[in-house]
């Protein structure tokens, strides 16, 4: 009976992605998947096709939604430690990926600059791969550079992964079933379970109600506040835009990739920030989640924050002050990992 | 004899050596010894939480045995339950315990009835409005509504000719009839044809003829000026039409379609 308001992402989770399917299904329905057409397709979406309008303003958004939900569902269990329960914990890192790499395939679809240019660097980082690098790249490509028939497969798979991350969102809820949730005590919660039906189901519609609130307010009064102007420009080959950058839930791991001077440092350093959530279910403690635990509480703010001003340093042009800056905050946040399950296990000999 | 086998919970009164709550064949676990010093021990205050609640339930493999052997039976006596206050969340005619809840049943649930039926017209409206939305988004978008109408001038097309044009994605067939063409069209059995049509009905101004060029057949379109009867022809399936798109030959069932339109009067014609 106790599970907090950080307990309602699940299935606001569950609420997103069954949004982005139903509209992304509709746009799907308009949306011409050729370099010669692609750019005009979403504009006679937005303009001609009825309610197409808020199809695509609902569905840009709705992946924002998406990300802020995810975040906030992932730092919830590692204040709380849910991530014990190893076996739902992995499948939601694979789901973390899965949904990354949907955006990212989702985001080239409109062909505009930022999809272009964004595809393109982001695909070159498979050419740091040692030996089969460039050969790898080319097949990704389909050519000798991001075209159409990279657009024609991106957008094969952006329409089938969603339904992947569905698979495995019934997975991760197999699992958890398994087990039963975790609680913001830590404890074991098995003589204060409550019935789903009224409470959790009320509770639930709370959090859609406030989830449909938030995508409608930012859908109907600022549908662009969080997209780039340059996506406005239809995609050219030929000139890059002046500062490139991803998407803002990209922001943080756009950071840690250009901190490395390194160009396949930069890709390890990125794929690890994400990867790195694999290593958590191995931090044991004497107590489940940082309750009793005030110094990995302080980290763990610390940690948030670090991720929050690596947003901001993404979406700086690489020049000073910002370089430093962006690599300090890199070191903090992968010390963060490291530090935690120490501090942790001189706290419980100190509490012995 | 009853054989109790869990963990102690608060049936600890029935395994203490000095305390027999129940006349039973219990037998005493060790013999009593008389306390020789009197210790005060301040009372345990107990929090009621779910926690300490729990703690009253009997765990671990809790067993019972009963059955035609066995000649007692312990009962549990439940006015001993302590029960957390929930006065902060009752509604104000219940707030008094010994109130008659059934006084104020009435608008109690009427109450909820209200705020639930409610809530269920905004969501219904708002569930139908998500619905149509969906649908109407696939249904035909600005740029083809656009196109919807076609505006033809009239004085372009000469006498005897047939025109076609790309109208809604299909041929629209405009035939500049010839004085004989109306007269042989207007005096044409009716009752003779398989879809019975006077020529009168099928066009507004009898020397503009307007139809859709697409046979009823099994769609194709036919030849303009070709076929026995003056008209068009299939040459998918050898459909004859006449002057007037009926038709008279072949396989089609019905005449060929005749779309709105209308004459504005400047020697113009709109279709659609």
Redesign the interface.
């Known amino acids: ?1 106790n599970i907090s308001m950080w307990w309602n992402f699940g299935s606001l989770l569950g609420v997103c992605l069954i949004a982005q399917i ?1 509209t992304g299904l ?1 746009l799907a ?2 949306y011409c998947p050729n370099t010669e057409a692609a750019f005009s397709s979403v504009a ?1 979406i937005c ?6 309008w ?2 695509r303003t609902m569905h840009a958004n709705g992946a924002s939604m998406f990300f802020i939900c995810i975040y906030l569902h992932i730092g919830r269990n590692i204040y709380y430690g849910s991530y014990k329960l190893v076996h739902t914990w992995s499948i939601g890192v694979l789901i973390l990926f899965a949904t990354m790499a949907t955006a990212f395939l989702g985001y080239v679809l409109p062909w505009g600059q930022m999809s272009f240019w964004g595809a393109t660097v982001i695909t070159n980082l498979l050419s740091a791969v040692p030996y089969i690098g460039t050969i790898l790249v080319q097949w990704v490509w389909g050519g000798f550079a991001v075209d159409n028939a990279t657009l024609t497969r991106f957008f094969a798979l952006h329409f089938l992964m969603p339904f992947a991350i569905a698979a495995l969102a019934m997975v991760h809820l197999l699992f958890l079933h398994q087990t039963g949730s975790n609680n913001p005590l830590g ?1 074991k919660s098995d ?2 379970k409550i019935p789903f039906h009224p409470y959790f189901v009320t509770k639930d519609i709370v959090g859609f109600i406030i989830l449909f609130t938030a995508l409608s307010t930012l859908s109907l009064k600022e549908p662009y506040l969080l997209s780039d102007p340059d996506n406005f420009i239809p995609a050219n080959p030929l000139v890059t835009p002046v500062h490139i950058q991803p998407e803002l839930y990209f922001m943080f791991a756009y950071a840690i990739l250009r901190s490395i001077p390194n160009k396949l440092g930069g890709v390890v350093a990125l794929v690890m920030s994400i990867a790195i959530l694999f290593a958590l279910p191995a931090y044991k403690s004497k107590f489940t989640g940082t309750q009793f635990y005030p110094a990995n509480q302080l980290m763990f703010w610390i940690m948030t924050n670090t991720v929050l001003l690596l947003t901001w340093i993404g979406a700086r042009p690489v020049e000073d002050p910002y370089i430093v800056t962006g690599q300090i905050l890199t070191t903090i946040y992968f010390m963060y990992y490291i530090i935690t399950p120490l501090t942790t296990k001189h706290w419980d000999q100190l509490n012995k | 004899m009853i054989n109790i086998v869990s963990k102690s919970g608060n049936l600890a009164p029935y395994l203490k050596a000095t305390t027999q709550t129940v006349a039973s064949q219990i037998k005493q676990l060790s013999p009593a010894v008389p306390a020789s010093l009197k210790i005060v021990v301040p009372p345990v205050q107990e929090l009621h939480t ?2 300490s609640l ?1 703690n009253s ?1 009997p765990s671990g493999r809790v067993r019972v045995l009963s059955g035609p052997g066995v000649t007692t039976q312990v009962r549990f006596a439940h006015t001993d339950i302590q029960i957390p206050d929930f006065s902060a969340y009752r509604r104000k005619d219940v707030q008094d315990g010994t109130a008659v809840s059934r006084r104020s049943e009435d608008s109690r649930k009427s109450f909820t009835y209200l705020v639930v039926g409610g809530g269920a017209v905004v969501g219904a409206y708002a569930a139908k409005t998500l619905v149509g ?2 649908v ?9 509504l656009a196109l919807a109408k076609i505006e033809i001038k009239l004085g372009d097309i000469p006498e005897g000719k047939s025109v076609t044009f790309k109208w809604r994605g299909k041929p629209l067939f405009i035939r500049h009839r010839t004085p004989s063409e109306i007269q042989t069209e207007r005096n044409v059995d009716v009752q003779s044809l398989r879809d019975p049509q006077h020529d009168a009905d099928r066009v507004q101004d009898a020397e503009w003829l307007v139809i859709i060029g697409v046979c009823t057949h099994l769609g194709c379109v036919p030849i303009a000026n070709a076929g026995d009867f003056g008209g068009y022809y299939c040459p998918c399936h050898g459909s004859h039409y006449d002057a007037s798109g009926r038709i008279r030959r072949g396989p089609a069932p019905l005449n060929l379609e005749v779309p709105n339109y209308e004459f504005p009067g400047d020697g113009t014609l709109i279709v659609g």
């Open positions: 009976t139903a509709f329905m308009h006679h303009r001609d096709v009825n309610y197409g808020i199809l404890l003589t204060d | 779910n926690y729990s339930l939305e969906f109407s988004s696939m249904s035909a978008s600005a740029d083809v």
